[in-house]
């Protein structure tokens, strides 16, 4: 028998894995020592301090955050190392700051020199006085300010390598992972490729022939099928029934929207307002209680909130970016050019900018639907038409709006009565009428045409 002369290369794949491996353990080590790094930074940071900044972030969160930011202006100054600066700029201790932070207007009232520079300087606006806060409290909030929180060191290892924003709590990002499994996969299909190679030698040192075999010359397919006849009458009958379904459904598709999800100049995230925030609906769309209309929200409404919300945080930024491809703190800011509202200064410079909505829910000009009569008077929730909008990151039209789809709603639905006199005289007569304890819209005349068309 003669001997096949092959030399297997398990030794340069073996090679192989190792060295890739030893990568992978070199880059965990990198990311866990950069961990390791950032923690103590912020422990030494916070040791330096007299106070707790955990304890003063939740106070912060509580006391200050509506009028004051870490790194920007808002109604107050920025408040990031706010001790280290009256000390060094104005000579002023803490005992100051212990004065000011609990009676303000006191201050101010006494004449202190710099107590009436920061009130004429952020426009008059007065500071709200926290006598209930203790020297502690407001040494744990200090404490917070002169150490603010740092970026994780996730954040560190994301931007020096951009494929790795997904990565597990290990510190290997799924790229790394899907790699690594390619990898794996790789090498089994070399590993049989070779192992073919090996088998097919042998068997030629051996002497085995494989003999292929002869193709058999057959009718071609198409031939078959144009030579029965019966064959080509259902194909045909079933190809024109096909076809007639298909442009009936195509036809009857005609004006009607459902699915359709235009991009807003401004990006909007229901997800998170109604969702996360629980925003209810009729905050902002206040006009569908009393309107025929639900309106579009006026620009302030949004200002109520985003005057002194400017930035999200960092994990809706990261989810944002990631998820959606959308950075949240530069729509906000489009909002601003939107409305002229300058950040530096906290003051609207009159320099407005129309927004370009784009509609998303229309219905044709001779359909009459009114909210109000929904919203108020039937108690309808905006998500039976709207489905689930709190869920939607960008929204688009839940139902079809078709009229099939209101009369079946009508003729489905109950009306409420409960707690309106309106409805009670002609409940009670058409009940006996019909001789029901509850009426649908139908029942109630929903069905006729007058009620929704001029």
Not at 14 to 27: K, Q, Y
Not at 326 to 345: H, M
């Amino acid at each position: 028998m003669k001997k096949v002369p092959y030399l297997h290369p398990f030794s340069k794949i073996l090679g192989v894995t190792v060295l890739f491996f030893l990568l992978i353990s070199t880059s965990i080590y990198a990311q866990d020592e950069a961990a390791a790094e950032a923690s103590s930074e912020q422990t030494e940071a916070a040791a330096e301090t007299d106070g707790d900044p955990a304890a003063g972030k939740n106070l912060f969160n509580q006391n200050c955050a509506a009028c004051h930011a870490l790194d920007r202006k808002m109604t107050g100054p920025a408040l990031a190392n706010v001790e280290a600066r009256l000390a060094e700029d104005e000579g002023l201790d803490r005992e100051w700051l212990y004065s000011w932070i609990k009676n303000s207007p006191g201050m101010i009232a006494s004449g202190d020199a710099y107590a009436n520079k920061i009130y004429n300087e952020y426009n008059q606006a007065a500071m709200t006085a926290f006598p209930t806060l203790s020297n502690v409290d407001i040494d744990n909030i200090l404490a917070y300010t002169a150490a603010p929180p740092k970026k994780p060191a996730v954040d560190v290892a994301s931007e020096a390598s951009p494929g790795a924003a997904g990565g597990s709590g290990s510190g290997v990002s799924n790229n790394v992972i899907l790699g690594a499994l390619a990898l794996v996969f790789g090498l089994l299909v070399v590993m049989l490729v070779l192992v073919n190679r090996t088998l097919k030698r042998i068997a030629e040192a051996n002497g085995v022939v494989f003999a292929e075999e002869e193709a058999v010359k057959r009718k071609p397919i198409w031939k078959a099928f144009v030579d029965n006849q019966f064959l080509v009458l259902v194909s045909v009958i079933v190809l024109l029934l096909g076809s007639a379904y298909f442009a009936y459904g195509w036809m009857m598709q005609v004006g009607i929207d459902q699915g359709y999800e235009p991009i807003q100049p401004i990006h909007y995230s229901h997800r998170i307002h109604a969702g996360e925030n629980k925003i209810e609906c009729k905050y902002c769309h206040s006009s569908a209680r009393v309107s025929k209309h639900s309106g579009i929200p006026s620009l302030n409404v949004c200002m109520n909130c985003h005057k002194s919300i400017y930035q999200v945080s960092e994990e809706t930024l990261a989810e944002g970016k990631q998820e959606y491809g959308v950075d949240y703190n530069q729509e906000i800011k489009k909002l601003y050019a939107a409305v002229g509202w300058d950040e530096e200064n906290q003051r609207y410079t009159g320099n407005t900018k129309p927004v370009e909505w784009v509609r998303i829910h229309n219905l044709p000009d001779f359909v009459y639907f009114n909210h109000s009569q929904h919203v108020t008077v039937a108690g309808v929730q905006c998500q039976e038409c709207h489905g689930p909008i709190e869920e939607m990151e960008i929204v688009s039209q839940h139902s079809p709006l078709t009229m099939g789809w209101c009369i079946n709603c009508h003729r489905e639905t109950n009306v409420k009565i409960e707690g309106n006199e309106y409805y009670e005289k002609i409940h009670d007569e058409l009940s006996k009428k019909y001789g029901v304890e509850k009426l649908t819209a139908a029942q109630m005349g929903g069905l006729e045409c007058g009620k929704c068309h001029y």
